[in-house]
Every structure is written in structure tokens, then in C-alpha cells.
């Protein structure tokens, strides 16, 4: 019993490990051809540190992703502790379940894509980063959908791989943004404050204002609602700001704790961002030959708060017992 518990932290450290060794192979091989918009060996990278000729290009920036890797290992570790404890499973988030092990495999997902393209400078490396970005960040998100809309564990592992499935051919075969100024990463943060929001407010005037929601989080972007509404040609994906609203098939049945976990994450990330607004070029912070890389620190603070997040989904508790509770824990059969 208490080895298989701790298969998939086993299998994630097997996965690691190949990565690892494919990684270094390939850059002691030179990587490949650099992406058209890196920039050259000596010069100072879009993240600011100065591009390196050996194996890391940006060395700090590329191992400021050990902390998504270790935040990810650590909640596998947490998930085989449930299970060899057999700590009752409250919600999807305790012990080895479906739902626990994705969002622990998103996180530890963050490290090798970022690795990759910091350490590359390689349009396979950009394509990694950003898949794994959108890996992670649509599992809240689309859990809230579930919760809020009673789907099955089925309909919830589709819609995750049609999402995560499309995005990743998309940005080969189109563009990143699918040519129609569709940032998945960026319209996820929204979508996921929206549905947070309807999961705890689940009355019929605050699923119709909950679009508003997504203005606010805008807002704290830098992004007015004068520059959306005048420049709709980029900004049209408002629409899905009440996408929650139209899924929600009335409250969730669900309450979870916010305090201290779900405004840890919060605080963890807005930190991060604000620190990524200083690692560029033309920021009077940036320090290309620095010891300490604000990108970096980014990296750090974002998997704190993947961990916070963690932690937080796992205070949820079913309010009643009978259809809510079902969306809160869905059923492979359902």
C-alpha cells in the first residue's frame, strides 16, 4: 500500500530525470537554431540576464525554475501522505486522485518548460514554456467550470485535453495567439478569478455581474476598461468574462478558505508580477550581469503561489449533500 502511494511522486521523479538528461545532452550538443526573436550570444536577453554561450543561455533565469519543480514534487509528496494515512477524501484535492496528481503534474510541468526556453533560446523551448503555462493554469479554472456547471470526471478530462490539446498544435500551426489575439495564458487569470468568484457567490445577481469581475482583474493588469472598449479588434475575448455564468448551473454547493492559503497565492503572484515588470531591458532594475535576476525571483514567487493554490483547493467542502456534492468529487462514471 505504501508503495503505490508513492508511484506517481515515483514516476514524476523517472520523468524528471529523463528530462534531465535529454536537456543536457542537447545543450552540450549547442540546442539548435535560436528562436528568430532571442537575441545573440553576449547580448542582453528579453529577460534581461545576458545571454550565455555555454550551456544555459540565461543560467540564473533558467535554474530560477527548480522551485516550480520542487513545489510540484512536494505536493506528490502530500498526496502519498493522504493516501498511506487514508485521510478521508473531502474533495478531489487529497490523496493520489485524478484531479490532485494533474494539478501536481501541471506544477512540476512549470520547471521544464521555462527550463527549456530560458536555457535554449529555441522555438521548441518558447512552445514548452508557454504549453506548460496553459496546462497549469487552466486546471482551477476549469475545475470551477465543473464544480459550477455538475460536470463528470469524464467531461472535465476532455474539455482539459481538447483545451491543452488544441493549444498546443495552435501555436505550431498558426500563431501563439491563433492569429485572433487570443492569449490563453492571459485570458485564463480572468476566467479563473470569475469562476472563484461565482463558486462563492453562486446567486442569480452575481452570476449576471460576475463579468464585471474580469474588468477589475484587467484593472489590476493596467488594463483600463477605456483601452478595451476602444480597441475591441484586440480585446473581443471579453465576452467570455460571463462564460462562468452561462456554464453555472446555480451555487456550487461547495465552500472553501481562503484565508490564508487562496490570499497567500494572491499576494505570492501579484509580488511575482510586479518583480517581472523590473526584469527587462530599459528597466532602470535591470542588471543583465547581476547576481540576482528579477525573472528569477518570478519564477520563485509563481510556485510559491502554485503551492498556496494547493493547499487552498484542498479546504473545500461540500455545503449539501446530494448534486452539488457530486460536482465537488466527480465520478469516472458519471
Known amino acids: 500500500m505504501r508503495t503505490a502511494a508513492y508511484r506517481p511522486l515515483a514516476i514524476a521523479l523517472v520523468a524528471l530525470a529523463a528530462f534531465a538528461a535529454l536537456f543536457i545532452a542537447a545543450g552540450y550538443l549547442g540546442w539548435w537554431a535560436p528562436a528568430a526573436n532571442e537575441q545573440a550570444i553576449g547580448e542582453v536577453s528579453r529577460w534581461c540576464e545576458r545571454v ?22 512536494a505536493m506528490f509528496a502530500v498526496l502519498a501522505r493522504d493516501t498511506t494515512r487514508g485521510t478521508a477524501r473531502r474533495n478531489p484535492f487529497i490523496g493520489n486522485q485524478p484531479l490532485a496528481l494533474l494539478y501536481a503534474g501541471a506544477s512540476v510541468f512549470l520547471g521544464p518548460g521555462s527550463m527549456l526556453m530560458h536555457a535554449s533560446h529555441t522555438f521548441v523551448g518558447a512552445w514548452l514554456d508557454n504549453l506548460s503555462m496553459v496546462a497549469y493554469i487552466v486546471v482551477p479554472w476549469l475545475y470551477n467550470f465543473a464544480v459550477l456547471g455538475r460536470w463528470s470526471l469524464r467531461a472535465f478530462a476532455a474539455a482539459y485535453a481538447a483545451i491543452v490539446g488544441l493549444y498546443a498544435i495552435g501555436y505550431v500551426a498558426i500563431a501563439p495567439d491563433f492569429g485572433i489575439h487570443l492569449d490563453l495564458f492571459k485570458v485564463s487569470i480572468p476566467l479563473w478569478i470569475i469562476s472563484e468568484f461565482l463558486v462563492r457567490f453562486g446567486s442569480p445577481t452575481a452570476r449576471w455581474l460576475s463579468g464585471f469581475v474580469g474588468f477589475a482583474v484587467a484593472l489590476a493588469f493596467g488594463i483600463g476598461p477605456g483601452t478595451i472598449l476602444g480597441n475591441l479588434d484586440r480585446y473581443w475575448w471579453i465576452v467570455l468574462f460571463w462564460l462562468p455564468a452561462l456554464i453555472s448551473r446555480g451555487p456550487s454547493g461547495v465552500r472553501r478558505t481562503y484565508t490564508p492559503w487562496f490570499w497567500a497565492g494572491m499576494a505570492s503572484f501579484l509580488a511575482a508580477y510586479a518583480i517581472w515588470t523590473t526584469g527587462k531591458p530599459g528597466s532602470a532594475l535591470c542588471q543583465p550581469d547581476g547576481v540576482l535576476q528579477a525573472h528569477a525571483v518570478w519564477h520563485a514567487l509563481c510556485a510559491v503561489a502554485t503551492l498556496c493554490f494547493f493547499w487552498f483547493l484542498r479546504t473545500q467542502r461540500a455545503t449539501t449533500a446530494a448534486e452539488p456534492a457530486e460536482a465537488a468529487t466527480p465520478k469516472s462514471g458519471q
Open 52 to 73: 550565455s554561450g555555454g550551456l544555459l543561455r540565461e543560467p540564473l533565469n533558467t535554474l530560477g525554475n527548480l522551485a516550480f519543480i520542487a513545489a510540484g514534487l
